[in-house]
Nanobody, 122 residues
């Protein structure tokens, strides 16, 4: 089990950048796949990006491919989401997730963070 705490959200203008961080507690961090999901008002939670336990494989939703980059630092128990060229439609609460499987087509999530708000103004 890991506990996840996101940070780095905020208000940014369209075209700007933000970097989200998710710090984890627990000694099993490096054994988990990690992902970022988001939920906009009135919409279902959706997959954004994921990274394998060793960081060798990444997955992205088509809507963010080429603009967002996921990375992890197992020594710091932290996963990041660098978001560039932000659009108003990226506005959502962003959640960090950990589990044995996290990809754009299939996820088994053991732990969720509390979420961080990202707002992109036009």
């Amino acid at each position: 089990q890991v506990q996840l705490v996101e940070s780095g959200g905020g208000l940014v203008q369209a075209g700007g950048s933000l970097r989200l961080s998710c710090a984890a507690s627990g000694r099993t961090f490096s054994s988990y796949a990690l992902g970022w999901f988001r939920q906009a008002p009135g919409k279902d939670r959706e997959f954004v990006a994921a990274i394998s336990s060793r960081g060798r494989t990444t997955y992205y939703a088509d809507s963010v491919k080429g603009r967002f980059t996921i990375s992890r630092d197992n020594a710091k128990n932290t996963v990041y989401l660098q978001m560039n060229a932000l659009k108003p439609e990226d506005t959502a609460v962003y959640y960090c997730a950990a589990g044995p499987i996290v990809t754009q087509t299939r996820s088994i999530i053991d732990n969720w963070g509390q979420g961080t708000q990202v707002t992109v103004s036009s």
